[in-house]
T-cell receptor, first 112, second 114 residues
Framework: QQQVKQSPQSLIVQKGGISIINCAYE??????FPWYQQFPGKGPALLIA?????SEKKEGRFTISFNKSAKQFSLHIMDSQPGDSATYFC???????????FGAGTQVVVTP | ETGVTQTPRHLVMGMTNKKSLKCEQH?????MYWYKQSAKKPLELMFV???????ENNSVPSRFSPECPNSSHLFLHLHTLQPEDSALYLC?????????????FGEGSWLTVV
């Protein structure tokens, strides 16, 4: 049973455009929602994370929007650059030892 | 360089072979993890070790056998694997019990079972 559902599976966006990736969850005990970025041949690396007591968190061109009542959160990449081309994973955890539940990933391609 | 080193990076093994994957973290963390990454599927948590003790086995088949001799090293022993076990195996580590502490991943070991 997939606890975190991620969409779309892939995304093509032009340079300078906005990339939006959505995730939904069911477990209301989740209290930590990170996004990971993975380049080919590399392991995932933490990009940005949010806790459910805030509705939005911004770090540079990356913003997480969080809707607790809808049990949804999304990643927005503003002014997308070719260097942002990667696979993005949303995740959620509900316990203190960081047992992360991952979404299936979104492959983002930013065209020049 | 994330501070989590995995070897080998690539491994091809027959179904009757025995091999091991190695992970070493240089971050002083006390929790280590094995994840399996298959194409178009979510990362699957396999095992969790806290302070060298296994605290999670996520219904992983016994042909995968983890070992954590100390808090810096983690092994995944492989024997009589199946072709569907071909995947990227990721090691990760984290410090402490706070859920907001970052989990750091290694670059993974690509395993092909023939």
């Amino acid at each position: 049973q997939q606890q975190v559902k991620q969409s779309p599976q892939s995304l093509i966006v032009q340079k300078g455009g906005i990339s939006i990736i959505n995730c939904a969850y069911e477990n209301t005990a989740f209290d930590y929602f990170p996004w990971y970025q993975q380049f080919p041949g590399k392991g995932p690396a933490l990009l940005i994370a949010i806790r459910p007591d805030v509705s939005e968190k911004k770090e540079g061109r990356f913003t997480i929007s969080f809707n607790k009542s809808a049990k949804q959160f999304s990643l927005h990449i503003m002014d997308s650059q070719p260097g942002d081309s990667a696979t993005y994973f949303c995740a959620a955890s509900a316990d203190s030892w960081g047992k992360l539940q991952f979404g299936a990933g979104t492959q983002v391609v930013v065209t020049p | 360089e994330t501070g989590v080193t995995q070897t080998p990076r690539h491994l091809v093994m027959g179904m009757t072979n025995k091999k091991s994957l190695k992970c070493e973290q240089h971050l002083g963390h006390n929790a280590m993890y094995w994840y399996k990454q298959s194409a178009k599927k979510p990362l699957e948590l396999m095992f969790v070790y806290n302070f060298k003790e296994q605290t999670e086995n996520n219904s992983v088949p016994s042909r995968f056998s983890p070992e954590c001799p100390n808090s810096s090293h983690l092994f995944l022993h492989l024997h009589t694997l199946q072709p569907e076990d071909s995947a990227l195996y990721l090691c990760a580590s984290r410090q402490g019990a706070f859920s907001g502490n970052t989990i750091y991943f290694g670059e993974g070991s690509w395993l092909t079972v023939v």
